[in-house]
């Protein structure tokens, strides 16, 4: 399995400019989320979805963030306008969860980010 | 509310070493507890896991963590450790009772390993 594809790896543009970043979890997982990485704050939970159906979207910042899952094998996360404090890496997971009453015991599978640099 | 600590940023330790990377936790119920661990310019990769059952968890690379209920405590331990072992390590927290797939990561500890 290729794992999960995240695109671009790295993103540079100006204030107010719209970003979107792409996400394609690993085939036959039901869950996926987004992650901010920054220094100052760690990685942070911005939004998951099951059977590509937002659950909790409680840590997404502004209404300047959005996200969506048209289908099972991808997912976007746009930034409207962007602002130079949204800098960070990006990170898209995804996990089996279907099954048993341990469902939510299952481990997640990171892409490898998408640099955003804001200027 | 879900917490978890780590409170060394940074850990030393020469090769072949033992290596200990600390992690205590808060949840309201019963814990799921995970180690995951990131490379520079990578994405966090998981090494291990604690559900239910034996409070020894081992997992990749040689690398093992000890649950332990009464200290709220997920430690992650290695009997030699490598050079190649250097990275910044997360302990990770949900909350079983919760029901959902939230997930709380400590701050991380970076692992330095001298040769």
């Known amino acids: 399995d290729a794992g999960v594809i995240q695109s671009p790896r790295h993103e540079v543009t100006e204030m107010g400019q719209e970003v979107t970043l792409r996400c394609k979890p690993i085939?036959?997982?039901?869950?996926l989320f987004w992650y901010r990485q920054t220094m100052m704050r760690g990685l942070e939970l911005l939004i998951y979805?099951?059977?590509?159906?937002?659950i909790d979207d409680s840590g997404m910042p502004e209404d300047r963030f959005s996200a969506k899952m048209p289908n099972a094998s991808f997912s976007t996360l746009k930034i409207q306008p962007s602002e130079p404090r949204d800098s960070a890496v990006y990170f898209c997971?995804?996990?089996w969860g279907a099954g048993t009453f341990l469902t939510n015991g299952y481990e997640q599978y990171f892409g490898p980010g998408t640099r955003l640099t804001v200027t | 509310a879900q917490s978890v600590a780590q409170p060394e940023d940074q850990v030393n330790v020469a090769e072949g070493n033992p290596l200990t990377v600390k992690c205590t936790y808060s949840?309201?119920?019963?814990?799921?507890l995970f180690w995951y661990v990131q490379y520079p310019n990578r994405g966090l990769q998981f090494l291990l896991k604690?559900?239910?059952?034996?409070?020894l968890v081992k997992g990749s690379y040689g690398f093992e963590a000890e649950f332990n209920k009464s200290q709220t405590s997920f430690h992650l331990k290695k009997p030699s450790a490598l050079v190649s072992d250097s990275a910044l390590y997360f302990c990770?927290?949900?909350?079983?009772?919760?029901?959902?797939?939230?997930?709380?990561f400590g701050a991380g500890t970076r692992l330095f390993v001298k040769a």
């Open positions: 997971a995804s996990s």
């Open positions: 990770a927290v949900r909350d079983r009772r919760s029901g959902g797939f939230k997930t709380i």
């Open positions: 604690y559900i239910t059952g034996d409070n």
């Open positions: 949840v309201s119920g019963n814990p799921y």
């Open positions: 085939s036959g997982h039901d869950y």
């Open positions: 979805f099951n059977n590509n159906v937002p």
